[in-house]
């Protein structure tokens, strides 16, 4: 079998389950390297404001390797927060037959870039878009230093439309480029959880013909929490609900504007046991974020059988939600046009929200971790 390095930071709920599939499905040979080194298992996540321990394995089922993080600063927050002498080392003794690389901007990720360049075929995985628009100096540099990086690459795995074009534009062609979907454990997400589901909702004091909107993620000001709680004011509708669920720094400041409305309601970060449940009590989802590459959580909603609404700087939305079908797209940080598609969406109903659920879920099914372990092994 061929045999397939894995460079990346630090176990991800979303990535370790495919690097499982991979090893099971035999097709071929993997090991992956972590760069943060063991410290990553009990890291400080800064947007949640606390460390996070995620309640399921991802370490279980594939063969993998620490590697030594000589940073004085650990983590992926930045360039110098992943430096490992030893990688490159590790790498070769592993003697693999390509290498995959998640993300370039770490030091060591970029010099195993370059060390290999010529010497071991190199697939990148990444999400970045051209979503937000820049110009000036700083858009000459950096097209430059993007059009560079990727030379070193020989073949990139897309995980939508928009991070293909991005690809496209710092010169990867259409050959070099294979679609494999972001996705999310679709099984697990969509597990029935009726009775938890319905505590939950209880909980809120809401009944069966209650609209319960839902946010989920850091509440910081690029998710744009505020954005959503006051479009969701502009409503007042005494049967349309607000869940927003996480922590961040705009936590006491987004709880005090609510204060006094008892159809806004709040709950702390929940892990990913527990996170499904909160998906299914809902009836709506939104993301209402400035810029996502991606946008993960539409993923979760939709395998959820849930309506969505997301900004037009949400990366998956053009893929993902089809207006009208599944949910609606709205114009960024415009709360004239949040309010117009909220207003829209919730005077569907609950029946009307559903049959939206119905189709989210038809439209997820493909995005699915088996397709993108398929495009691993194909590129491989």
Request: hydrophobic share 40%.
């Amino acid at each position: 079998m061929k045999k397939l390095a894995i460079i990346t930071t630090h176990p991800i709920q979303y990535y370790s389950p495919v690097f499982k599939l991979l090893h099971q499905r035999q097709q071929i040979e993997i090991k992956v390297f972590y760069t943060w080194g063991e410290g990553a298992m009990n890291k400080f996540d800064p947007g949640f404001g606390k460390t996070v321990q995620w309640d399921l394995p991802l370490l279980d089922g594939y063969p993998y390797e620490w590697v030594i993080n000589t940073s004085k600063n650990p983590g992926s927050h930045s360039f110098n927060g992943i430096a490992n002498p030893g990688l490159i080392h590790q790498i070769k003794n592993y003697a693999p037959d390509a290498i995959l690389i998640y993300g370039w901007a770490y030091a060591s990720h970029l010099k195993v870039l370059r060390y290999f360049k010529n010497k071991i075929p190199i697939i990148f995985r990444g999400d970045s878009t051209l979503l937000r628009k820049e110009s000036g100096f700083k858009a000459l540099f950096k097209f430059a230093l993007l059009r560079w990086i990727y030379t070193h690459v020989d073949h990139a795995l897309y995980v939508g439309t928009n991070n293909k074009a991005y690809f496209k534009k710092y010169g990867l062609k259409e050959r070099q480029l294979s679609f494999a979907p972001h996705a999310i454990d679709n099984e697990r997400f969509a597990q029935k959880r009726d009775h938890e589901a319905k505590t939950l909702r209880d909980g809120l004091g809401l009944n069966d013909n209650d609209i319960l909107i839902l946010f989920a993620g850091k509440f910081e000001d690029i998710k744009s929490p505020f954005l959503l709680l006051d479009a969701f004011q502009s409503i007042n509708k005494k049967n349309v609900h607000l869940l927003l669920v996480g922590n961040g720094a705009l936590e006491n400041e987004l709880k005090l504007k609510a204060a006094g409305n008892p159809n806004i309601h709040f709950m702390g970060f929940q892990n990913q046991s527990y996170i499904p449940v909160v998906y299914q009590a809902c009836d709506l989802f939104c993301l209402p974020s400035k810029s996502e590459t991606w946008g993960l959580a539409i993923n979760e909603a939709m395998v959820c059988q849930k309506a969505v609404i997301a900004s037009d700087k949400v990366g998956c939305a053009i893929d993902l939600i089809i207006p009208d079908n599944n949910g609606a797209i709205f114009k960024e940080s415009s709360l004239t046009d949040l309010v117009l598609q909220l207003n829209n969406l919730v005077g569907k109903n609950t029946d009307g929200l559903k049959s939206m659920g119905k189709s989210s879920k038809q439209i997820i099914e493909d995005w699915n971790f088996e397709k993108q372990a398929q495009a691993i092994e194909k590129a491989v």
